[in-house]
T-cell receptor, first 113, second 113 residues
């Protein structure tokens, strides 16, 4: 049973564009929603995360939008660069449940010149 | 440098052999996690440990075993009972209660021939 659904599977944008990656979750007990960036052959790196008490969080060029009623959250990358080409994973966890992360299936992003 | 180390980076084993993957952290984190990554499936939790000498099964624990004798170390053994052991294995750690962020190591790619 997949509890976090991520889309699209892959995405190509032009340099300077704003790719948007979406995730939907089912378990309303989730209370922490991180995004990870992964380059080929490397471990995932934490990009940005949000708690359900806020609807938006920005860190540099990365923004999370969170819609608690729709049980959806998304990642926006402003002014995307070729160096942003990577696989992005959304995830969710419950603080009281050992903070076990449930991951989406990933989005391969390519930013073209 | 503080961080999480995993060794080896690449590991090859014959079918039917047990193999142990190393994970060490010098971040003084209380919790440690093992995830498995397969193409197109995101990351899935194998085992996690919140304190020394205690650990819990994740979603796909069958065919794996762990130990947590020291705070900084959380080795994973892939046994011959694991039917599809070829995968990318990732270790993560997290500071204590009330902290949500999990940080990942560089991973070990296991290939069973």
């Amino acid at each position: 049973q997949q509890q976090v659904k991520q889309s699209p599977q892959s995405l190509i944008v032009q340099k300077g564009g704003i790719p948007i990656i979406n995730c939907a979750y089912e378990n309303t007990a989730f209370d922490y929603f991180p995004w990870y960036q992964q380059f080929p052959g490397k471990g995932p790196a934490l990009l940005i995360a949000i708690r359900p008490d806020v609807s938006e969080k920005k860190e540099g060029r990365f923004t999370i939008s969170f819609n608690k009623s729709a049980k959806q959250f998304s990642l926006h990358i402003m002014d995307s660069q070729p160096g942003d080409s990577a696989t992005y994973f959304c995830a969710a966890s419950i603080a009281g449940g050992g903070n076990k992360l449930t991951f989406g299936t990933g989005t391969q992003l390519k930013v073209e010149l | 440098d503080g961080g999480i180390t995993q060794s080896p980076k690449y590991l090859f084993r014959k079918e039917g052999q047990n193999v142990t993957l190393s994970c060490e952290q010098n971040l003084n984190h209380d919790a440690m996690y093992w995830y498995r990554q397969d193409p197109g499936q995101g990351l899935r939790l194998i085992y996690y440990s919140q304190i020394v000498n205690d650990f819990q099964k994740g979603d796909i624990a069958e065919g794996y075993s762990v130990s947590r004798e020291k705070k900084e170390s959380f080795p994973l053994t892939v046994t011959s009972a694991q039917k599809n052991p070829t995968a990318f294995y990732l270790c993560a750690s997290k500071a204590g209660t009330g902290v949500y962020e999990q940080f990942f190591g560089p991973g070990t790619r296991l290939t069973v021939l």
